[in-house]
């Protein structure tokens, strides 16, 4: 098993930033990816980032290319997302997810994670 904990989130305006941070523990050698979706008020679950632990690979959701940056801290077992250049469509409640599944590419569908963190509020004011 894996567990997820998130830490980051507020409230702040429109072209300002923030770094979401993920903290793993457990099974964390498992780990094969580890990213962020978001959900905003009334939504589904979409997408974010994500990357994979032992070997540089990203991917990004088109919307936050450019804004967005997905890192890790393998020493700390740590995922952070930074967030620049935030916008009011940005604000949702933001999960961290990981799979131990080595399916040789970064998914995108949520039915493909199977650990959660509890998420945390991110929200822009315009």
């Known amino acids: 098993q894996v567990q997820l904990v998130e830490s980051g989130g507020g409230l702040v305006t429109a072209g300002g930033s923030l770094r979401l941070s993920c903290a793993a523990s457990g099974r964390t050698s498992s780990v094969y990816v580890m990213g962020w979706f978001r959900q905003a008020s009334g939504k589904g679950r979409e997408f974010v980032a994500a990357l994979t632990w032992s070997v540089i690979g990203t991917r990004y959701t088109d919307s936050v290319k450019g804004r967005f940056t997905i890192s890790r801290d393998n020493a700390k077992n740590t995922v952070y997302l930074q967030m620049n250049s935030l916008k009011p469509e940005d604000t949702a409640v933001y999960y961290c997810?990981?799979?131990?599944?080595?399916?040789?590419?970064?998914?995108?569908?949520?039915?493909?994670?199977?650990?959660w963190g509890q998420g945390t509020q991110v929200t822009v004011s315009s």
């Open positions: 997810a990981a799979t131990d599944y080595s399916s040789g590419y970064i998914p995108r569908q949520r039915s493909e994670y199977g650990y």
